[in-house]
């Protein structure tokens, strides 16, 4: 509680100059307002910056929209002058038609409405010819079509990972450690598969199908005649690399922080003879048990010469059991202000103190002086 002691000095010296150099108080409050607006905008920025967080969202295309180019009249306009010898001097810009591209818009489950400019695979630029029509884009993109987005929360383990992580890994001992993966491209695709693995491309499109099943839209008991995602899950692969040790599944566990709140991660190290080495699922879900045998089956069936079979049987089998934890569990963490954003306070409170008491020392010299020479 170190910086509340910058705010709470500054309020009482300022107070006992105040008694003792002039009593303005108008000069007080406004000094004590300055003091309490900086205390809690470096306090709500630590917090933000160390609780935001984001988390990928998956759905699919579920609309279409498109709106034909168009030309836009621009009236002409005049503006006149008049110099200092009354002499009228006019500019006159002539009307134009400015023209307006086409727009091509989809709608998914999990993002609502957006533009696109670009064909599922990349390779078709839209343009003012194509497509003419809102079915002509639905050809592009068809209902169904797998969807993820980005999505920020307030993520207050992530202020308080300490608490969690293996007190044995020291994360500067694993350097090339991968990054989470949360960059949508405009395909409306992340690639959940973090590094290599048999087929590929076609695992991606499995898992992208799966993680829209999982966060289909279902019937909230709840809430009566809404919808909600049905297992809030976000399913994700980690090939860390061949025969390394399981050291780097736990290290991966806590550079992600466990992941977000909606993630099953499951990461692995295949064995240069095609089995699997080992095998490290996590997540914030309490059903350990799905943990275990997602480990059991990948370390059973081995590295194999594709993918897409895995992913069909883990995906399944969080299906079946997965249940997200509600981080409203967490709420009884304290997010105490950093180490930097206490220097940051003290620096910014001693300034203001400091410079308040210029201020009020300047003054009550000044007008002891002016009290001598009337004497």
Same mark, same amino acid.
């Given at each position: 509680?170190?910086?509340?002691?910058?705010?709470?000095?500054?309020?009482?010296?300022?107070?006992?100059?105040?008694?003792?150099?002039?009593?303005?108080?108008?000069?007080?409050?406004?000094?004590?307002?300055?003091?309490?607006?900086?205390?809690?905008?470096?306090?709500?920025?630590?917090?933000?910056?160390?609780?935001?967080?984001?988390?990928?969202?998956?759905?699919?295309?579920?609309?279409?929209?498109?709106?034909?180019?168009?030309?836009?009249?621009?009236?002409?306009?005049?503006?006149?002058?008049?110099?200092? %010898?009354? %002499?009228?001097?006019?500019?006159?810009?002539?009307?134009?038609?400015?023209?307006?591209?086409?727009?091509?818009? @989809?709608?998914?489950?999990?993002?609502?409405?957006?533009?696109?400019?670009?064909?599922?695979?990349?390779?078709?630029?839209?343009?003012?010819?194509?497509? =003419?029509?809102?079915?002509?884009?639905?050809?592009?993109?068809?209902?169904?079509?797998?969807?993820?987005?980005?999505?920020?929360?307030? =993520?207050?383990?992530?202020?308080?990972?300490? /608490?969690?992580?293996?007190?044995?890994?020291?994360?500067?001992?694993?350097?090339?450690?991968?990054?989470?993966?949360?960059?949508?491209?405009?395909?409306?695709?992340?690639?959940?598969?973090?590094?290599?693995?048999?087929?590929? $491309?076609?695992?991606?499109?499995?898992?992208?199908?799966? =993680?829209?099943?999982? =966060?289909?839209?279902?019937?909230?008991?709840?809430?009566?005649?809404?919808?909600?995602?049905?297992?809030?899950?976000? /399913?994700?692969?980690?090939?860390?690399?061949?025969?390394?040790?399981?050291?780097?599944?736990?290290? @991966?566990?806590?550079?992600?922080?466990?992941?977000?709140?909606?993630?099953?991660?499951?990461?692995?190290?295949?064995?240069?003879?095609?089995?699997?080495?080992?095998?490290?699922?996590?997540?914030?879900?309490?059903?350990?048990? /799905?943990?275990?045998?997602?480990?059991?089956?990948?370390?059973?069936?081995?590295?194999?010469?594709?993918?897409?079979?895995?992913?069909?049987?883990?995906?399944?089998?969080?299906?079946? $059991?997965?249940?997200?934890?509600?981080?409203?569990?967490?709420?009884?963490?304290?997010?105490?202000?950093?180490?930097?954003?206490?220097?940051?306070?003290?620096?910014?409170?001693?300034?203001?103190? @400091?410079?308040?008491?210029?201020?009020?020392?300047?003054?009550?010299? %000044? %007008?002891?002086?002016?009290?001598?020479?009337?004497?």
């Amino acid at each position: 509680m170190a910086y509340w002691a910058a705010l709470f000095l500054v309020l009482i010296v300022g107070f006992a100059i105040e008694l003792v150099t002039g009593r303005k108080w108008w000069r007080y409050v406004l000094t004590s307002l300055l003091a309490a607006f900086l205390f809690a905008g470096v306090v709500a920025s630590d917090f933000f910056l160390r609780t935001v967080d984001t988390e990928v969202w998956s759905g699919a295309v579920t609309d279409w929209d498109h709106k034909e180019e168009w030309e836009e009249w621009i009236a002409g306009s005049e503006e006149c002058s008049t110099d200092s %010898r009354g %002499r009228k001097t006019c500019t006159k810009e002539p009307g134009h038609y400015e023209h307006h591209e086409a727009v091509n818009k @989809l709608k998914t489950s999990d993002n609502g409405w957006f533009e696109v400019s670009r064909s599922m695979d990349g390779r078709t630029r839209f343009t003012d010819r194509s497509p =003419n029509t809102a079915a002509e884009l639905a050809q592009y993109f068809p209902p169904g079509t797998p969807s993820a987005s980005v999505h920020l929360y307030v =993520n207050k383990v992530r202020g308080s990972y300490s /608490l969690f992580k293996h007190e044995d890994v020291d994360l500067n001992d694993y350097p090339e450690l991968p990054e989470y993966p949360s960059f949508v491209s405009e395909v409306l695709h992340v690639d959940r598969i973090v590094g290599n693995v048999p087929n590929k $491309q076609r695992a991606l499109a499995a898992l992208a199908a799966w =993680n829209t099943e999982l =966060n289909k839209a279902v019937p909230d008991p709840d809430h009566p005649g809404e919808t909600k995602s049905w297992k809030q899950v976000n /399913l994700i692969f980690v090939n860390m690399g061949t025969d390394l040790p399981q050291a780097y599944g736990y290290a @991966l566990q806590d550079k992600w922080k466990n992941g977000n709140k909606n993630d099953f991660i499951v990461s692995f190290s295949p064995a240069s003879d095609g089995s699997m080495k080992w095998v490290h699922a996590f997540s914030w879900s309490e059903v350990d048990m /799905l943990k275990l045998e997602v480990q059991d089956y990948m370390m059973e069936q081995g590295y194999g010469k594709d993918f897409v079979p895995i992913v069909d049987h883990v995906a399944q089998m969080v299906a079946d $059991q997965f249940v997200r934890k509600q981080f409203a569990d967490f709420n009884y963490l304290q997010i105490e202000v950093s180490e930097t954003s206490t220097y940051i306070i003290w620096g910014l409170e001693m300034f203001v103190l @400091l410079f308040y008491m210029y201020r009020c020392l300047l003054t009550f010299v %000044r %007008r002891r002086r002016n009290m001598t020479y009337d004497y």
